[in-house]
């Protein structure tokens, strides 16, 4: 008897802290978006925070629909890269990261010529705190693996 209650108590003991995958730590799965619906919330967010014209939306949207195509390319480059097995040397890193910085060089020069002084410079702080916020998650992530 007492080993049958033992048992029982046992079972509870480990149901109890048994935990569900649903639970709170869990995360929800985002649902994927396309890029124009990327770029679509984007503009949104952009406009309603830099508080921009229909001008200004017209040009920030194309923009970003020309580094999205961008992005995309270098995305199927680089898994052609990864499809052949081959590792990248370090030349074509550097000039990966090159290519990467200019871009992101144009890009910035491309929205000082799109934004008065005032969005310009609220925009590169939200870049920042973007940039912040992004950091901190990678190190958690790494924390937590």
């Keep these: ?3 049958l209650i033992i048992a029982a108590m046992l079972f509870v003991g480990i149901a109890s802290f048994a935990q569900d995958a649903t639970g709170s730590d869990a995360k929800p799965q985002r649902e994927r978006m396309t890029p124009e619906q ?3 919330k984007q503009l949104k967010k952009l406009t309603s925070e830099l508080n ?6 017209a040009q920030v949207k194309q923009l ?8 995309e ?7 052609a890269k990864k499809d052949s097995n081959t590792k990248p ?9 090159k290519q990467m910085t200019d871009e992101v060089a144009a890009n910035d020069a491309k929205m000082k010529s799109i934004l008065n002084a005032d969005q310009y410079t609220k925009w590169k ?16 992530r790494r924390e937590n693996q």
């Design 89 to 97: 040397t370090a030349e074509e890193k550097a000039a990966f990261k």
């Design 38 to 40: 990327r770029n679509d």
């Design 73 to 79: 390319q270098f995305k199927e480059a680089r898994m």
């Design 1 to 3: 008897m007492k080993k």
């Design 64 to 71: 970003l629909a020309d580094r999205s195509a961008k992005a």
């Design 52 to 57: 921009l014209d229909a001008n200004q939306q």
């Design 125 to 140: 702080a939200i870049q920042e705190e973007n940039k912040d916020k992004f950091k901190e998650k990678m190190k958690e």
